[in-house]
């Protein structure tokens, strides 16, 4: 199983970089993965979504869909294509060091 | 990754759930990945953008062999409408949209909604006729021409 250090923490992550032991993740990490997925920084509508995916996937064992996101009011679909610019369930899972979204929607 | 796939156009010309669904599927995914998107209705295709129809799509259980059911079964009344509220609350479950919030969706994800003209002249159509999400009617042509550096897939 590959490592990445990010800043001063060591995660464990799969081959694609999502992370592989959520105990691992922190904001800081987090923050150095958006910095990675090419994003500016991480403001308040950003972490609205990745806490609302971490509760989810806590809750159910699934990483929410773009629909689901959309749904429950958290962000919509454009809003979500603006925070996480070229693939936003993908990014936002990586992210909130969940693994990769599963589902074709 | 450096061969990552940018762009893609998808035309969508068969109708009925089971024809205009994959279309649908592929360009969402498509954004989803972060590639650039075009989506040319044509044919019967395009009752999913038209608005009066396009929440009324169904599954056709006549001539389709993929539904593994006798075509005499399938001209029962309702069997169709049967079928298809089948299919629906099915892919409710998947969190598959309807066909409109579908493509809302896709318009809201940056994908780039266009209707066929031959079409459109064909049924005799006009703009009013479509929901707000289609960009614009376009012949061939154009379609080529904003398709050019990308991927063209026919459903």
Known sequence: ??????????????????????????????????????????GPAHWKVIEFMQKEYKENSQ???????????????????????????????RIAGLKKPEGCV | MEDKIKKVSIIISKGGLEGIYP???????????????????????????????????????VGNPGMHMPSLVGILPGMSAMATSM??????KLDIPPVPEYIEMIADAGGTLYACKATVDMFKLKKED???????????????EISAGGHIIFT
């Open chain 2, 87 to 92: 299919m629906k609350k099915t892919m409710e």
């Open chain 2, 23 to 61: 279309g649908l599927i592929m360009a969402n995914g498509a954004r989803m990945e972060g590639i650039e998107t075009n989506l040319f209705f044509t044919f019967f295709g395009m009752d999913a953008i038209i608005k009066k129809r396009m929440g009324r799509i169904k599954v056709a259980t």
């Open chain 1, 1 to 42: 199983m590959p490592l990445r250090t990010y800043g001063n923490t060591m995660v464990d992550v799969d081959a694609e970089g999502y992370l592989t032991d959520f105990s691992q993740w922190t904001r800081a990490v987090a923050e150095a993965i958006a910095a990675e997925e090419g994003l500016a920084a991480l």
């Open chain 2, 130 to 144: 479509f929901c707000p999400q289609v960009n614009s009617i376009i012949n061939v042509g154009r379609f080529y």
């Open chain 1, 63 to 93: 990483v929410p869909s773009i629909r689901r996101l959309n749904k429950s009011g958290v962000a919509s679909t454009k809003e979500l294509y603006e925070l996480f610019p070229g693939g936003p369930a993908k990014k936002a899972a």
